[in-house]
């Protein structure tokens, strides 16, 4: 899954917004991993629901948690394992509703 670069995405855990980086071509990829979580990759920054960003000192690739345990969260520290189930498999949404 791409996310286009011209979008602001309310990525929906504890209030997360993931915006992409207008300025940069590059693309912001995210893998939904099975029984853990999502991992982002590419050009990004992360903000709060204030629009503060998180310091990610250069960091290109890292995880967010989905299953909710990590005490590091948004990030993901491994809590999940063990812990939370889904297997993570592709699918199409519903036609956008007019
Ligand atoms: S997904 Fe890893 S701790 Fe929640």
Redesign the pocket.
């Known amino acids: 899954m791409f996310l286009n670069r011209n979008l602001t995405k309310n990525y929906g855990f504890y209030g997360l917004v993931l915006r992409h980086n207008k300025q940069n071509m590059s693309k912001t990829k995210l893998t939904i991993?099975n029984n853990?979580?999502?991992k982002i990759e590419g050009d990004f920054e992360i903000v709060d629901r204030n629009g503060n960003v998180y310091g990610l000192q250069g960091r290109e690739v890292l995880?967010?948690?989905?299953?909710?345990?990590?005490k590091?969260?948004p990030f993901?520290?491994?809590?999940?394992?063990g812990h939370?189930e889904h297997e993570a498999i592709a699918f199409d949404l519903p036609p956008k509703k007019v």
């Open positions: 991993n853990g979580s999502v995880s967010i948690c989905r299953c909710g345990l990590s590091n969260k993901c520290d491994g809590a999940h394992n939370f």
